[in-house]
Every structure is written in C-alpha cells, then in structure tokens.
C-alpha cells in the first residue's frame, strides 16, 4: 500500500495569516492527490483534486501544489471558518490511502 | 442537489452483522462509483471499498475483504454496506462517498458502535 504521510500533525495560526500542510507519498503518485476538509462533528469535504484542480465553490484562498512524492495544501488569509482537520488522499492506485490529518486551529 | 443520506447509528452486539444504507439524489446514481470510508473515532480515515452500481463491480481495499459486503438497489438508487462478525475495532463512523479516486460528495456518516 502507499503510505501518506502528513504534516503538521497540528498547527496554530493567525487570522489572516497563510499556511502550508504537507503530504509525503511512499512512492510517486502522479498528482493522483485529494485534499478534504473536516470540521468538527461534519463529514469530510473535497478541497482539492489532481493535486491542485478546485472543487466546485472551494474559495480560492485554498490551493494546491506538488508533484511526483511531495504535496501541499496553502490555505491564504485564513479565516476562522477554516477551523478544520485537513486530510490527503492519494487515489493513484488501490487501496486509496489517507494522511494522518493535521488539525488546524486559530491562535 | 446532490446528496447521499444515510441510515441511523447503530448499535450493535460483538459477533452480529450491520447493514447500512446510502440513498443517493441529484444524480444519475449509475454514472458514479460509490466508495465507503471509516473513521475510527479521533483517528484518520480508511477507505474501505468501491462499487460501480451500474454493474455491480467492486474494487476492495484487502483489509476489509470478508468484514464488508457492498450492494445497491439500482431501483432506488441506494448503496448498502454490511459489515459482519463484528469486533469492537468496527466501532467507528462509516461514510459512502461518490466518486472512483476524488471523493466528491460524501454521505452524513453512520456511527456504528459494537458493544454488549
């Protein structure tokens, strides 16, 4: 199975300010990468896909980057809506393996 | 819109089976791969498996092979999930997503708590 590796594990941030969560894959993935939202008590919701496509009414202070092993997800002007536990997926090849999640809150 | 409603929680004794359902609208339900997906409680996410409703193709991830059986009802537009000999790892929240790879549109989840 590839292996996803995430990080930060948690993060503190500023109103305003932008920030980065990484996703390491065991093995190239071929930008076949999705970033998800989870806020408390919901159910996850799809940010990003392909690595760095937007889903249908994400804002675009949301992004993504990456290719080959390294992914990122930048969050611009962060806003207290983003209060959330973020999490990648790499669908390149079966079984679809999620990060750990990086939990992100506001300073 | 599109939305996938699913079933209420469950309780469940250790050994028995669950089965949960997931009624898509919005869509042409056999255009769509519908996947399942568990959160163990606070921890990440696992996918589970695939089905294609329609034909009925599956894609499993080895981990959940013989615990789930996925099915659909093309005539309702409803996807089923059925877990069996339950353990107290099966606790958790199980969500049906759409998608085959980005999971675009994810179901409310069912929290299963396997308990005597």
């Known amino acids: 199975d590839i292996q996803m590796t995430q990080s930060p594990a948690s993060l503190s941030a500023s109103l305003g300010e932008t920030v980065t969560i990484e996703c390491r894959a065991s093995e190239d993935i071929y930008n076949g990468l999705a970033w998800y939202q989870q806020k408390p008590g919901k159910s996850p919701q799809l940010l990003i896909y392909?690595?760095?496509s937007l889903h249908t009414g994400v804002p675009s202070r949301f992004s993504g980057s990456g290719s080959g092993t390294q992914y990122s997800l930048k969050i611009n002007s962060l806003q207290s809506e983003d209060v959330a536990s973020y999490f990648c997926?790499?669908?390149?090849?079966?079984?679809?393996?999620f990060g750990s999640g990086t939990k992100l809150e506001i300073k | 819109q599109v939305k996938l409603l699913q079933s209420g929680a469950a309780l469940v004794k250790p050994g028995a089976s669950v089965k949960m359902s997931c009624k898509a609208s919005g869509y042409t339900f056999t255009d769509y791969w519908v996947s399942w997906v568990k959160q163990s409680h606070g921890k990440s996410l696992e996918w589970i498996g695939e089905?294609?409703?329609?034909?009925?193709?599956?894609n499993f991830n080895e981990k959940f092979k013989g615990k789930a059986t996925l099915t659909v009802d093309k005539s309702t537009s409803t996807a089923y999930m059925e877990l069996s000999r339950l353990t107290s790892e099966d606790s958790a929240i199980y969500y049906c997503?759409?998608?085959?790879?980005?999971?675009?549109?994810w179901g409310q989840g069912v929290m299963v708590t396997v308990s005597s």
């Open positions: 392909n690595a760095n």
């Open positions: 997926q790499q669908y390149y090849d079966y079984p679809f393996t």
């Open positions: 089905i294609y409703p329609n034909s009925g193709a599956t």
């Open positions: 997503t759409r998608g085959m790879g980005p999971l675009d549109y």
